[in-house]
């Protein structure tokens, strides 16, 4: 049967004079290709009714020439093109006088939209990689703080290359608490969820990390005992921040506790560190092994009421910064308490942040929707205010699983 459908279908190619041009990409040669491998929009610095858009190539040809009203920037890795125009394919069709070379954007890994642009709104940029075969719907996406091309070129002037470092970074991203992998095709999912109003996208930035003096060198008598020293500023890329999109535009980006607490909300941890405290107030630090939190709407005649957030973490003991050679029963206790009160603040202040601005990214409506659509029908017309004033109760229960205690704790010897 299935050749016989192949057979009528390219006898009907032939017949109708139609090539397989028209639904298939023609074979292009590698060597005329300039591999993008970052895509990147901005509002326009021209016009804010503008679009800016940067590329990061792999690699160019000892012909190829930047300059001119886009500009490039060069290095020995790459080159960074930008240009703007009216619109996104305007811009991009600028970029190709900058090199004899096809610009191809089938390699294309990360796709990101600079803040200004988030505000305007997100449809247009999405539409457009959505609707070019070229790119990929799995390639990685960003929101910046700040614009994208102030993003790229920073990182491109301190000899980086940008594409190689955010995939490198993205095999650990498991041991991230503050954010994960967001695919552009995860994103058009969540916003086809008639259910979702609210969605949080992982954020990118350049911070400035300052070093100071080590302990071993000698202090500088002219500075008060106990002062840092700061010898050198690092910038360094961070990933501690969600970009909440509401309505289709930037509503705000998250603080750190908040991008902690979603992702254990939405199940995006594989591994923390938790800190707790024994009675004589020594540190003992606790590995969480797995967590998984679960989402429970409690409708009564069809109407809500209240919504319960539960976790249940399994962790290890890591490191205990005292000599104790057991841990009895009551001090278990303590310590798994004091790490469910550790993990249930971090959920409750991105819960109170998400109420406070009236933006559900942390997917109560779906939940709603899932168990009772009646509940949710009622709710859906204002939903974002009716947000704000929901009961939203977090249960957090927390196991330590293995002690990991020895019987004779490493120490000096008398």
């Known amino acids: ?4 459908l192949l057979i009528w279908l390219a006898l009907s190619l032939v017949l109708t004079g139609c090539t397989t041009d028209h639904f298939f990409p023609k074979a292009k040669d590698f060597r005329q290709l300039a591999m993008v491998r970052i895509f990147a929009v901005d509002q326009g610095k021209e016009d804010v009714d503008n679009v800016r ?76 990689i959505a609707r070019d075969n070229d790119f990929r719907l799995n390639g990685v996406i960003y929101i910046t703080h700040g614009d994208a091309l ?24 498991d041991l991230s608490a503050t954010s994960y992998t967001l695919r552009f095709l995860d994103l058009l999912s969540q916003l086809s969820d008639s259910a979702t109003s609210a969605i949080a996208v992982p954020a990118i930035q350049k911070v400035k990390k300052t070093e100071t003096e080590s302990a071993s060198e000698p202090a500088d008598a002219s500075k008060p005992e106990g002062s840092a020293t ?38 995006e941890v594989d591994s923390e560190v938790l800190r707790t405290q024994l009675e004589n107030g020594k540190t003992v630090a606790l590995n969480m092994v797995s967590s998984h939190s679960s989402i429970t709407p409690e409708v009564r005649d069809g109407q809500l009421d209240r919504v319960v957030i539960r976790t249940e973490v399994s962790a290890k003991v890591l490191e205990m910064q005292t000599e104790v050679t057991e841990l ?7 310590l798994q308490d004091d ?3 550790n993990v249930r603040r971090k959920m409750e202040t991105c819960v109170q942040k998400a109420q406070s601005t009236g933006a559900d990214f942390i997917g109560i409506g779906p939940s709603i929707n899932a168990k009772s659509p009646k509940a949710w029908d009622a ?35 008398e």
């Open 230 to 267: 700061p010898i050198q500023e690092n910038a360094e890329i961070s990933t501690d921040s969600y970009a909440v999109i509401r309505d289709n535009k930037l509503l705000y980006f998250t603080r750190r506790v908040d991008s902690e607490g979603y992702n254990i909300i939405r199940n």
């Open 339 to 341: 790490a469910a009160s």
């Open 53 to 128: 858009v940067t590329v990061v190539l792999k690699k160019v040809s000892g012909n190829d020439q930047g300059g001119g009203a886009g500009g490039s920037m060069k290095s020995g890795e790459g080159m960074v093109l930008t240009e703007e125009d009216v619109s996104i394919a305007a811009a991009a069709k600028k970029l190709q006088s900058y090199t004899d070379q096809e610009l191809f954007y089938g390699h294309a890994d990360f796709y990101l939209i600079g803040e200004s642009a988030a505000k305007t709104g997100l449809n247009s940029y999405l539409d457009y």
């Open 1 to 4: 049967m299935k050749k016989l």
């Open 150 to 173: 102030t993003f790229l070129k920073d990182e491109h002037e301190s000899n980086n290359y940008l594409p190689d470092y955010l995939k490198n970074f993205l095999k650990k991203i």
């Open 379 to 413: 709710l859906k017309p204002e939903w974002n205010e009716n947000f704000r004033t929901i009961s939203i109760t977090v249960e957090v229960f927390v196991k330590i699983d293995m002690t990991s205690v020895i019987k004779d704790p490493a120490k000096s010897k």
């Open 328 to 334: 009895s029963e009551p001090i278990l206790i303590k």
